[in-house]
């Protein structure tokens, strides 16, 4: 999956593109069939590995690094997905942060196996003084395997 997202830091009023590819494990329940027996919609959930890239748009150029985060995360019916998460230990700091946490949901507007949709997130610190909000699109290929 590929967001490109627009983050807007509250704490120091700054915006960024942020780029990120993820890629998720997720198991499938609750199946939604149709008269002949095919697979509509299902449920799912599971695990979520995102790498991101930052690009501060006020200084023109890409922050140093690569932001590495897992989260936990539900999805009904192929088109609603909502997900909490926590970062990797970075490199260098998030926002003056060594460590976030982030909540997020997702519509899905087209199904499965080529999706595309819009994302909502949240990001904060331990202590709730990190507010970043970011906004985006994301569009993504599902790939089915090891499945009964």
């Known amino acids: 999956m590929l967001n490109p997202n627009y983050l807007y830091d509250q704490n120091f009023d700054d915006h960024y593109i942020n ?3 993820s890629v998720g494990l997720f198991l499938r329940f609750g199946f939604d ?3 002949s027996g095919d697979i509509k919609t299902s449920d799912r959930i599971g695990f979520v590995y995102c ?28 088109v609603f ?7 990797f230990q970075n490199e ?13 949901i997702k519509f899905n507007t087209t199904g499965y196996p080529v999706s595309f949709g819009f994302n909502l997130s949240f990001y904060t610190n331990n202590n709730l003084q990190l507010k970043n909000y ?3 699109l994301y569009s ?3 790939l089915t395997f090891l499945r009964l």
Do not use: P, T
Not at 55 to 64: A, E, H, P, S
Not at 81 to 87: F, M, Q, T
């Open 92 to 104: 260098f700091n998030y926002f003056n942060n060594k460590d976030y946490y982030f909540a997020y």
């Open 140 to 142: 993504g290929i599902s």
């Open 51 to 78: 790498i991101q890239k930052i690009y501060r748009i006020k200084v023109n150029n890409f922050i140093n690094g690569y932001h590495h985060d897992i989260s936990f995360a539900m999805e009904f019916n192929d």
């Open 81 to 87: 997905r909502i997900g909490i998460g926590k970062s």
């Open 33 to 35: 069939r149709d008269y």
């Open 134 to 136: 970011m906004i985006g």
């Open 19 to 21: 780029l990120i590819g």
